[in-house]
T-cell receptor, first 111, second 116 residues
Framework: GQNIDQPTEMTATEGAIVQINCTYQTSGFNGLFWYQQHAGEAPTFLSYNVLDGLEEKGRFSSFLSRSKGYSYLLLKELQMKDSASYLCAVRDRAGGFKTIFGAGTRLFVKA | GAVVSQHPSRVICKSGTSVKIECRSLDFQATTMFWYRQFPKQSLMLMATSNEGSKATYEQGVEKDKFLINHASLTLSTLTVTSAHPEDSSFYIC????????????FGSGTQLSVL
């Protein structure tokens, strides 16, 4: 089976940098995704990692270490609109490439 | 990017009625679609994997007779919540991806089901 852990809530200040960690356990790892979700809306794709290392996309970066089963999402120059839930998700070959989501981290950005 | 259309966006129904939710891939063919359920302040829980032309694969703990999934074409999957009860009230969201390797999920806009 799969197990994905990430912090429940985080608070950060506008303009700052925040790192959201995610650890996972899966038998057939086939990629790790980060999604942003505002309440009542569908998730929005942020990043994808399948090889070790850092992927940078504007204010957002995501890191993966497959040997450690660890990833983080880094948000720079925080804006108030970044207040949302951030979902770590793992794609697994077992059972037909399904994507399993962690419980999500609710980020609160304060002025 | 690919577009997934989901209808209806909101349903309010009486206990005991059945509700059908449609999920369409508008500009691509989706041999596989995924149905998720999300309770308030919780993450997305995979309910089932919908495969075109074959039976859906349900996750452990999800009642097959309660949540009927039909994937009759490459662009349409439906989820029917049969004999809905208040505990079925939730946000239901479908998704699909293109290909099988490393593709991100494209999500529908979700359906908020409220059973009175």
């Amino acid at each position: 089976g799969q197990n994905i852990d990430q912090p429940t809530e985080m608070t950060a200040t506008e303009g700052a940098i925040v790192q959201i960690n995610c650890t996972y356990q899966t038998s057939g790892f086939n990629g790790l995704f980060w999604y942003q979700q505002h309440a009542g809306e569908a998730p929005t794709f942020l990043s994808y990692n399948v090889l070790d290392g850092l992927e940078e996309k504007g204010r957002f970066s995501s890191f993966l270490s497959r040997s450690k089963g660890y990833s983080y999402l880094l948000l720079k120059e925080l804006q108030m609109k970044d207040s949302a839930s951030y979902l770590c998700a793992v794609r697994d070959r077992a059972g037909g490439f399904k994507t399993i989501f962690g419980a999500g981290t609710r980020l609160f950005v304060k002025a | 990017g690919a577009v997934v259309s989901q209808h209806p966006s909101r349903v309010i129904c009486k206990s005991g009625t059945s509700v059908k939710i449609e999920c369409r891939s508008l500009d691509f063919q989706a041999t596989t679609m995924f149905w998720y359920r999300q309770f308030p302040k919780q993450s997305l829980m995979l309910m089932a994997t919908s495969n075109e032309g074959s039976k859906a694969t349900y996750e452990q703990g999800v009642e097959k007779d309660k949540f009927l999934i039909n994937h009759a074409s490459l662009t349409l999957s439906t989820l029917t919540v049969t004999s809905a009860h208040p505990e079925d009230s939730s946000f239901y969201i479908c998704s699909a991806n293109i290909g099988t390797v490393g593709e991100k999920l494209f999500f529908g806009s979700g359906t908020q089901l409220s059973v009175l």
